[in-house]
C-alpha cells in the first residue's frame, strides 16, 4: 500500500486532540494554584531537559534555596516573613509541577503527532493545523519564562501581569484551537467534507470574552481580587476610588481598584453576549447550548464567592478552570454556527 493509500483516522485524532485540551485545562489549574502560592519565581533558571528533575540531595535543596534568596521576592516579601527551607520546597513543588505538566503536555502532542504523520493518519489539510498547535504549545512554554524572567529583574516581587496575561491567554487560545480542531475531525468522520467556518457571531462574541479574560488576567498578575472582599459595592461604593493622578490609560492597565472593578462588571456585557451566542447555537445543538449558559452561570457565582472569600484558593483556582472550561464550550459554540455556514 502506497503512503498517499494509507487510510486517515480523523476520529482517532479527534480523541486525541480532546485529551490533550483536557491536559491544558489540568494545566490551567495548576498554573492557578501556581500563581496563588506565590511559587512561580522560587525556581530561578529555565532548563528544558534537565530541568525535568528536582532536587534529589540536601545539598541540591540549599543551593535551590540560595538562588532563590537572591531574587525580588524573597528578600522583601517571604525572607523577611520566616521563610525556610521547608516552606521553600513547598512552593517549589508547585512551580516544578507546573512546568512538568507543561513537558507531559508537549510530549502528549509531538509524540502522537509524529506517530499519526508517519502512519498516513492525518486527513489532507491537517498537517499544518497541527503544526501549528504544536508551535503554539512551544511558545507557551517560551512566555511562560518570559513570565518568570520579569519578575527576576532587580527588586521586583512578582512576576509582569502583561506576561502572566500572555502566557494565560496563550492556553486559552491554544485550548480553543484544540477543541475546534478535534470538532471538524468528528465531523470529518462523520463524513462531512468541508471543516467549520469561523462566523461574525463568534468575532464579537469572541472579542467581548477575549476583554473579560485579559481583565481577569491582569486582575490574577495584579493582584487586584484583594482589593474588595464586597460585592457588588467596592468601598461602600458602585465605583471604587483609584488613582486618577497618571492617566485613564496607566489606571486601566496597572491600577488594581479600576481593573477589579472593569473585570467584575465586564462580565455582565460578556454574559450577554454569550447568551445570543446560546440562542443562535440552541436550535442547533441544545447540548452546547446549556454548557455555554452552565459555564458563565458558574463562573460568575464563583467570581462573587473568591471575592467574598478574600481570593480563597480553591474558590480562586476553580474560577481560573470554569475560565478555560467558558473558553471551551464558547469554541463549540462557534463550531457549531460555522457548520451552518460550511
Avoid: C
Avoid at 167 to 191: E, K, M, P, S, V
Amino acid at each position: 500500500m502506497s503512503h498517499s493509500s494509507k487510510p486517515t483516522r480523523p476520529a482517532a485524532l479527534a480523541n486525541w486532540l480532546m485529551i490533550v485540551a483536557f491536559l491544558v485545562i489540568l494545566m490551567v489549574a495548576v498554573g492557578g494554584i501556581t500563581r496563588l502560592t506565590e511559587s512561580g519565581l522560587s525556581i530561578t533558571q529555565w532548563k528544558p531537559i534537565t530541568g525535568a528533575i528536582p532536587p534529589l540531595s540536601e545539598a541540591a535543596w540549599q543551593a535551590e534555596f540560595a538562588l532563590y534568596q537572591t531574587t525580588g521576592e524573597y528578600q522583601t516579601v517571604t525572607g523577611p516573613a520566616g521563610m525556610d527551607l521547608a516552606a521553600f520546597k513547598f512552593i517549589f513543588f508547585w512551580e516544578w509541577f507546573h512546568r512538568l505538566l507543561g513537558r507531559l503536555i508537549g510530549l502528549a502532542f509531538a509524540v502522537p503527532l509524529a506517530w499519526f504523520w508517519i502512519r498516513g493518519a492525518i486527513p489532507q489539510g491537517y498537517k499544518g493545523r497541527l503544526v501549528a498547535l504544536l508551535a503554539l504549545g512551544g511558545l507557551q512554554g517560551v512566555f511562560g519564562w518570559f513570565m518568570v524572567r520579569s519578575g527576576l529583574a532587580g527588586t521586583m516581587t512578582d512576576v509582569s501581569h502583561f506576561w502572566l496575561s500572555i502566557h494565560l491567554l496563550t492556553a486559552l487560545f491554544t485550548l480553543g484551537g484544540l477543541i475546534w480542531t478535534a470538532l471538524d475531525l468528528r465531523q470529518l468522520a462523520t463524513g462531512a467534507s468541508r471543516p467549520a467556518r469561523w462566523t461574525g457571531t463568534a468575532s464579537w462574541v469572541g472579542a467581548i470574552l477575549f476583554v473579560q479574560l485579559l481583565l481577569g488576567a491582569w486582575v490574577a498578575g495584579l493582584n487586584a481580587g484583594l482589593a474588595s472582599d464586597t460585592w457588588p459595592l467596592m468601598q461602600g461604593q458602585l465605583v471604587p476610588e483609584y488613582d486618577r493622578t497618571r492617566g485613564l490609560a496607566w489606571a486601566v492597565t496597572h491600577d488594581p481598584f479600576l481593573l477589579h472593578f472593569l473585570h467584575r462588571w465586564w462580565a455582565w456585557i460578556a454574559v450577554i453576549a454569550l447568551v445570543v451566542m446560546a440562542r443562535r447555537v440552541k436550535p442547533l445543538v441544545r447540548q452546547a447550548s446549556v454548557a455555554i449558559h452552565t459555564a458563565f452561570g458558574i463562573q460568575i457565582l464563583l467570581g462573587v464567592a473568591t471575592v467574598w472569600t478574600g481570593v480563597a484558593l480553591w474558590f480562586a483556582v476553580a474560577h481560573q478552570v470554569v475560565g478555560a472550561l467558558l473558553v471551551a464550550s464558547f469554541a463549540w459554540g462557534a463550531h457549531i454556527l460555522g457548520r451552518r455556514t460550511a
